[in-house]
C-alpha cells in the first residue's frame, strides 16, 4: 500500500470498529429507503392490482401490462412524452451553447446580463406557468400582437388544442431551461483553448469555421451530457402541461403526458386508481428513459468512431 | 493616416504600417462590440419579458383591463390593492408556513445526511465502503418520476399521507448532494487528518473542526440548491397533498386561478408573493449560485 506511508492505518482512525457504520447507516438507509427500494416495489406493484388507498393488492400476473398496451389513453400519453422529448432535446442542446457564446467574453456589464438571464431559471415552473398562461389566453397579449400585426386572423387556441398545448409546453421548457445549460456551457468553455482562436484568426478563419473548428470540439462531452439531461428530463415532463391544462391535461386529457398518465391513473383518483397500472406505466417510463439514453450514448460513441 | 507601407525611415513611419491595421482592427471590435450589446439586450428582452410584463400585472388599479381590448402592459394607476385582497382573502399566509416548514425540513435533513455520508464514504479504513458508495450510486439512476407510486403507497403505509411529513420523507436525501459532499471531503489534504489524528481527536471532532469548515463551498450549494428544490417542487406535493390547509405555497397558487379567475390581479400577486424569495436569495448568493452549478450542482 504506497498510501500507508503518508497516512495512519486504519487501526489508529477509529476507537470502535463500528463507528464508521453509524455514520454511514442513516444516509444510506434514506436512499435505499426512498429510492432504490421504491424502484423494485414499484416493479412489484405493477403485478398486482393495489389500490392508491387500501391493502396490498393480490397478484394478478401480467395484467396490468396487457390492460396499458390495450389503453389508447396510455398510448396517446406515450406519444406525446416522445414526441415532447424528441422536439425538446436538439433545441435544448444547441440553442444554451449559441447564448453562451454570446455572454462567454468578458465585455463591460456582462455579469448583469449573465445573472438576468437567469431568471427563467430561478423561477419555479407554477410561477412561470402561471405568467405563461397569461400571455398565451385567447385574449392575452401574445395572441392581441399577432392579431395586430395581421399574423393570424383569429386567436390561436395555445391552451386547448392537443398540440398547441404541447409546443407551449415545449416553449416553457425551452425557454426556463435556456439560462441553466447556458452555464453549463460556459463551464466547459472556459476549458477551451483561447489561443486556438488566436491562431485560426491569423490563418484567416471566420467565425463559422472557428465555431466548428474549435468550439465545438471543445464542449463536445459537455454537449452530450446536456442532451442527456434534457432528454432524461423531457420524457418525464409533468408540470408544464400539468399547469397549462388546470391539471386535466386538456379536452378528454389528449395532451397528457406519461407522467400525468400515472398520476392520472394509479393515484389521483383514491377509489377507481390502481397503483399496478401505475407501476407498469412507470416501469415503461424506466425502461424508456435509461433506453433512448443508452441509445443515444451508442450513436455518440459511434459517430466519434468516424 | 499614413496608409502606404514604406520601408522603416524614421520612427514615425516605422510605426505606420503595424498602427494602420490595429485601428482598423479596433474599429472592427467596436463595431462587433455593438451588434453584441444589441443582440444581448434583445435576449434579456425575450428571457426576461415573459417573466415581468405578466407580473406587472398584479400592481394594475382596480377594475383596470387584464385581457383583450383597452389592457396596457404598464399599470394606468400603480396599486398594491391586488396584494391586500391576496392576504385578506385567501390562506396565502399559511400556505407560505407549510413551505417553510417543509424547506426547513428537507434542508436541514439534506445538509445533515449528505454531509455524514460523504464524510464516512471518502474516508478508509472500514470495510463496506465500496458497496455503500455503489448503492448510493446506484440511486441516481432511478427518476422520481418512475418510483412514485411506490413512495405514494410507502408514506401512506407509514400513515403521512395528506401531511408535511410525506411531503418530506422520500426527499429528506438527494443521493448527488451526498456524492458532491464526498467528492468535497476527498479534496481536504491528508496532512490536515494526519495532524489532527497525531493530536488524538476523535471522529467527531476531525470531523466537525477539521473537514467541515473545508469544504463550505459545497456546503453552500447543498443548502441553495435543495431550499430550491423544496421550495419549488410542485409534482410529489401535488400527489401526496389533498386537503388546502396543507397545501405548499406552490399548490395554493395554483388554486387561485380557478377561485380568483375574475380578478386575475390577485392571481398574478400570488405569482409575486412565490416568487420574491427566490429572487432575494438568487440575488444574495449569486457568487456560489453560478460557481456551484459550473463545479457540478447538476440537477438529475
Redesign the interface.
Known sequence: MARAVTSLGGAARYRKWWVPYLWCVPPVAAVVAFSVYPFFNTVLLSFTDARPLGGAGGFVGLQNYQDLLRDEEFWSALLNSVVYALCVVPVLTVLPLLLALLVRDRLPGIGIFRSLFYLPAVASVVVVALAWSYLLKDDGLINALLKDTGLVQSSLPFLTGRWWVLISAMLITIWKGLPYYMILYLSALANVDRSLYEAAEMDGAGSVRKFFHITLPGVRLMMNLVAVLVMIGSMKVFSEVFLLTNGTGGIGGESSTLTMYIRDIGIADSTYGSLGLGGAASVVLFVLTVGLVLLSQRLNRKSEEQ | MSTTALPAASPETASAPQRSPRRARNRRRART?GW??A??VL??L???G??V???L?AFKGPGEAM??PG?T?FPQQWSLDAFGDLFEQTDVLRAFGNSIIVCTLIVA?RLI??T??G???S????R??DL?TL??L??L??????????????V?DLGY?NSLVGVW?????E?FH?LLMRAAFLGVP?EL??AA??DGA??WQRFWHIFLPQTRGALVIVGLTSF?FA??D??WP??VLRDDTKFTL?LA??QL??AFGFD?RV??AG?IV??LP??II??LA?KY??RG??EGG???
Open positions: 462590440a453584441r450589446y443582440s444581448l435576449v434579456l425575450a428571457l426576461v415573459p417573466l410584463v405578466p407580473l400585472g385581457f383583450g389592457a402592459v435533513s445526511l449528505s455524514m455520508g464524510y464516512i464514504l474516508r478508509r479504513g472500514w463496506g465502503r455503500m448503492i448510493v446506484s440511486a439512476i432511478f427518476p422520481f418520476e418512475s418510483i412514485m407510486v411506490s413512495l405514494f403507497a410507502q401512506r399521507y420523507l422520500p426527499l429528506m436525501l443521493a451526498l491528508d487528518e494526519n489524528l497525531l476523535n471522529e430550491i421550495w419549488e410542485y409534482l401535488v400527489v406552490m397558487i395554483t386561478e380557478s386575475y392571481v398574478l405569482a412565490a416568487f427566490l429572487l438568487f440575488f449569486q449560485f453560478f452549478i459550473e447538476l440537477k438529475f
